[in-house]
């Protein structure tokens, strides 16, 4: 949380782009047809509205709301209404995933440490931790929420793409230009630019040369995997995003999925479960029609 | 997996009742203020009886606590507590009726039946005694608090103030406390502070002399040095390492020691005398372990001692079943055991107390064993409310020690190890505002 909280306007694209850094991520709003002065104030907005949340759901800050949930040692927790929200959708993406998407997975990272090196965990290890995750053991009723203690929540593996949603939708009531706001290449458009041209936006997948473009009118796109986070070992790849169910990640998946969804949110969640298809991963994106990139 | 059309459907719902929220506010519009109900209140009763119509109390308190956000807590506690009933004065028992001076004065007197250990009924007091503390964090992995408190009643005043300091460390699996308090009591014995080892006389009370005077004081310091350590995800251990220093008045006004001959028949009482330094050590380890995802067990064991000579040691056990989602049941068990004080006598034989400089028959100053069973009940209630009772026996075992030689067997008829036993009930109600 070091990040300097400043927004630059630096030119970019076809004019200007606002800069800021939130969430551990570069982040940048475009405006189009918009002057520089317009810029600054909708970059300002939008970076006050990434930062909020990041302030509101980070697990790295003492006091706020997603530490006193997991700080409550088995207390019920009455929760804001934003955070509740989430819930809910933390909630239905729960059941709808059947157990593989589960924002009480975070404690696997006790364990998981993805820096690219061979320490991959004992079963034992992950044993351990598996009692502790499953939100079936959560007993949650808006706006309480009460955990079992020892348990954690977790909202990293999809707040990004909500923040990037909210502030896109944010400005886009402020604005009648078109606005396109990507920050780490989870990105959400409100609308196509003008002449009805697509958004187009590098995505670097940080595997090199492979860094590919993306066409958007509309929604969002969300990518999942990361080159730097990994472990390897015995020539058997790790990715870092792990089923909540066996605690382990699932093998033979690609390193990258690149998913257009409706929102960023959306097309985070499509993502993540695609990872977690392992080779599957392919042939699960193609049921249903959305542009999809899968860099394996 | 799959995702089934149907899915596919349920999940755009989802997300856009999520994001579709009308009416998107500015950031600032909706700042996460402090928490909504930032109040929290406990509420308790405390209930004491001792067996034989000893001393009972009733102790009501109240703690409430403020969340000011940012992991900033302010807190104040009152506690009302009413004594009365008969406590030993620390005098023998023998085998003739005995009669001692109150220490209310003014020419009044109780008297033991033969056989009896002497207590003192005219014992009745109340007390009230407040806190204040402030914590706040330091950085993203330290914490401060600091506190004041006071108490007060009849003849005793005290003043006190803490600090604690807590770092966590390796991802908050380790967790460092240091903590230092600061203490000053006052102690204005009813009819002044006795000359410590005078004798004290059938009628009057304690002296107003050089030695004596009508008020009294000590001054406390305690240290201590904690580690927590998280050992698994289903285990910690806690250590601590305290330290005590007093000095000042320690001794019990109220409180004397029979000096006898060989048939166990008291001569005299001496008011008892303590020394006026103290250096306490405790060293406490604790060990909590989650069972079946849903209990906690927690066993503990505290070791003391301390310059007077007394040496002790703490066993506790309990388990916090938590058999439903709502409802807790906990038992424990406590076992207490220490030796007698350097300078602790059941009675002094004739001539021993000349060159004596510290002699007391506190009983709580000799050696006993006690043991506490409780047995708890909770509920954690919808809106966050939560509410315990909890029932506890306590049993303590005497053991005759420090028995003048020469008296030994005169005593042999008498109760020079009484037993004592409590009951305890407490009942407490949580809630946030």
Redesign the interface.
């Known amino acids: 949380m070091n990040e300097t909280r400043s927004v630059r306007i630096e030119p970019g694209g076809d004019g200007f782009v606002a800069r800021f850094t939130a969430m551990a991520s570069p982040c940048e709003v475009l405006v189009d047809g918009a002057d520089r002065t317009e810029l600054r104030r909708l970059g300002e ?1 939008a970076a ?2 990434v ?2 949340i990041e ?2 759901w980070s697990r ?1 800050l ?4 997603v ?2 949930i997991n700080r409550a040692q ?5 929760v ?1 209404a ?1 955070t509740a ?2 819930l ?2 933390a909630q ?2 729960h059941e ?3 157990g ?1 998407f589960d924002v009480t997975s975070g ?1 696997l990272r ?1 364990a998981w440490r993805f820096d690219g090196s061979d320490r991959v965990p004992t079963p034992s290890q992950i044993e ?2 598996l ?2 995750v499953g939100w079936q ?1 959560l ?1 949650w ?1 808006s706006p ?1 929420l ?1 955990m ?3 348990m954690e929540i977790d909202f990293g593996g999809i707040g990004k793409e ?1 923040a990037v ?2 502030a896109c ?2 400005l886009a ?1 402020q604005t009648s230009h078109a606005v396109l706001v990507n920050c780490g290449g989870d990105l959400a458009a409100s609308g196509p630019r003008a002449q009805g041209q697509d958004w187009r936006v590098g995505i670097d997948s940080g595997l090199g040369a492979s860094s590919s473009l993306i066409r958007l009118r509309q929604g969002g796109v969300a990518t999942s995997g990361d080159a730097h986070r990994f472990l390897l070992k015995d020539g058997q790849r790790y990715p870092h995003i792990l089923n909540p169910r066996t605690g382990w990640p699932v093998p033979g998946g690609p390193r990258s999925v690149t998913v257009a969804g ?2 960023c ?2 097309a985070g ?2 993502s993540t ?1 695609a990872m ?2 392992g080779e599957q991963a392919e042939h ?1 994106l193609q ?2 029609s959305g542009d999809f990139q899968v860099i394996w | 997996m799959q995702l089934n059309e149907q899915q596919r459907l349920r999940l755009a719902a989802a997300t856009l009742s999520l994001l579709g929220v009308a009416g998107v506010k500015p950031a600032a519009a909706q700042e996460p203020a402090a928490p909504e109900k930032p109040w929290t209140f406990d509420t308790g009763l405390l209930l004491y009886k001792e067996g034989n119509g000893r001393v009972q109390a009733i102790e009501p308190v109240l703690n409430a606590s403020f969340n000011l956000g940012g992991e900033r807590l302010l807190s104040a506690g009152l506690v009302f507590d009413s004594l009365s009933g008969a406590s030993p004065n620390g005098a023998a028992p023998a085998h003739t009726a005995q009669t001692f001076s109150s220490p209310s004065g003014g020419g009044q007197t109780y008297t033991t039946a033969a056989g009896k250990t002497p207590l003192d009924d005219t014992f009745h007091d109340q007390r009230v005694a407040a806190n204040l503390g402030y914590q706040f964090p330091l950085s993203h992995d330290s914490k401060l608090g600091l506190g004041l408190r006071g108490s007060s009643e009849y003849d005793f005043t005290s003043f006190g103030a803490n600090a604690h300091y807590s770092l966590d460390l390796n991802q908050k699996n380790t967790t460092l406390g240091a903590g230092v308090s600061f203490e000053y009591d006052q102690v204005r014995p009813v009819g002044g502070a006795p000359q410590p080892l005078s004798h004290m006389g059938a009628g009057g009370g304690g002296g107003d002399d050089e030695e004596g005077g009508s008020s009294k004081n000590k001054n406390l310091v305690d240290l201590l040095l904690g580690v927590t350590q998280v050992l698994d995800s289903k285990s910690l251990l806690q250590l601590n390492y305290s330290l005590g220093l007093s000095s000042g008045y320690q001794t019990d006004p109220y409180k004397v020691v029979s000096v006898v001959d060989a048939n166990a028949n008291p001569l005299y009482y001496l008011y008892e005398s303590r020394p006026d330094k103290r250096t306490k050590h405790a060293l406490y380890a604790e060990y909590k372990r989650f069972a079946f995802d849903r209990d906690v067990l927690d066993f503990s064991y505290r070791f003391f001692t301390d310059s007077w000579g007394i040496n002790a040691h703490t066993l506790s056990l309990s388990y916090r079943w938590n058999f439903s989602e709502a409802f807790h049941l906990q038992p424990s068990l406590r076992f207490y055991r220490q030796n007698a004080a350097d300078f602790y006598h059941f009675a002094l034989f004739s001539g021993e107390d000349a060159g004596l400089r510290y002699a007391s028959g506190d009983p709580r100053l000799g050696a006993f064993t006690g043991l506490t069973g409780g047995l708890q009940f909770g509920q954690q209630l919808r809106n966050g409310d939560s509410w315990n009772v909890r029932l506890e026996y306590y049993k303590q075992r005497g053991q005759s020690s420090d028995i003048p030689a020469q008296a030994a067997a005169a005593y042999s008829g008498l109760p020079t190890a009484p037993d004592m036993s409590a009951v305890i009930l407490s009942m407490g109600y949580r809630f946030n505002w």
């Open positions: 907005l006050a509205e930062w909020r302030q509101h790295y003492p006091g706020n709301i530490d006193r088995g207390a019920a927790i009455t804001d934003e929200r989430f809910d959708y239905q993406l709808l995933s059947e593989l404690v006790r351990a931790l009692p502790l053991k007993h009723q309480q009460q079992p203690a020892g909500y949603d909210r939708a944010l009531a409706s929102s949110t959306e969640v499509l479960l977690l298809q699960f049921q249903f």
